[in-house]
C-alpha cells in the first residue's frame, strides 16, 4: 500500500496542540497544511509570478501615488474610486491566482492605507497655512470677524448674513494731501498713511473710551 508513496506523519488530536490558523481556516492541524503544499507541488500548480506582473504593479503604484497626492478637498469621488479599485484588484488578484498567476496585493493596498491618511494631514495642514496667511494679509483692511466669517463661508461671500447693527464712522482729510504727496517718494507716502492711520486709531478709540 506504501509502495512509491509518500507518507506524512503527523498528529491532528485537539489536546495535542498541533492546531495552527491558516486564512481559510481557524483551526487545522500542522499535518494538513504539510499535506495540502506538497500536494500543490506534486500537481506543479503552484502559482508563479511572472514579470509583466511586477511591472504592472509598479505602473500602477505610480499611478496610485500620482492620484491620491492630486485630491482635493472635495475629491471625495477620487477617494471611493480608489477603494473600488482596490478591491478590483483584490478579485483580479484572486482569479489570476486560481490560474497559478501570482498578483500582487500587498504593495497596491498598503501604498492606499498609507498614502490617503497623510494627504488627507497634510491637506489640513497646508489649508490651515493658507487661512493664516489670508488673515495675516486681509486683518490690516477688513475686521477679523468679517475674514472668519468669510473663511468659514466658503468661497461664496454672499452666504454671510446680514446684520443690522450700530456703528460709529469718522471722516478724516489730510491738509494740502496732494500737494504734500507731490514731492514725496512712494515708500515716504506709504509710511506717513500708516502713521495717519495708527494714530486717528488710537486718537478714535480714546475719544470712544473717554
Known sequence: MLKNKIVIIGSSATGLGDLISIPTDSRISGVQVHAFVLNMLL??????????????????????CWG??????????????????ALLWILASYILWEKNIDLPVLPII???IILLPINIFLQKVAAQISEGIMLLQLSAYIPKEVLVQLIESGDDPRKIQAKNIEITVMFADIKNFSKITEEMPPIKVALLLN??????EKKFISIMVL
Not at 511586477?54 to 505602473?59: D, E, P, Q, W, Y
Not at 502713521?195 to 486717528?200: A, E, G, R, V, Y
Open 43 to 64: 500537481q506543479q500548480n503552484n502559482p508563479e509570478r511572472p514579470q509583466w506582473t511586477i511591472l504592472i504593479t509598479f505602473l500602477v503604484l505610480l499611478i496610485i
Open 68 to 85: 491620491i497626492f492630486s485630491i482635493e478637498k472635495s475629491g471625495f469621488k477620487n477617494i471611493k474610486a480608489l477603494l473600488c479599485f
Open 110 to 112: 498598503s501604498s492606499i
Open 195 to 200: 502713521l495717519f492711520m495708527d494714530f486717528m
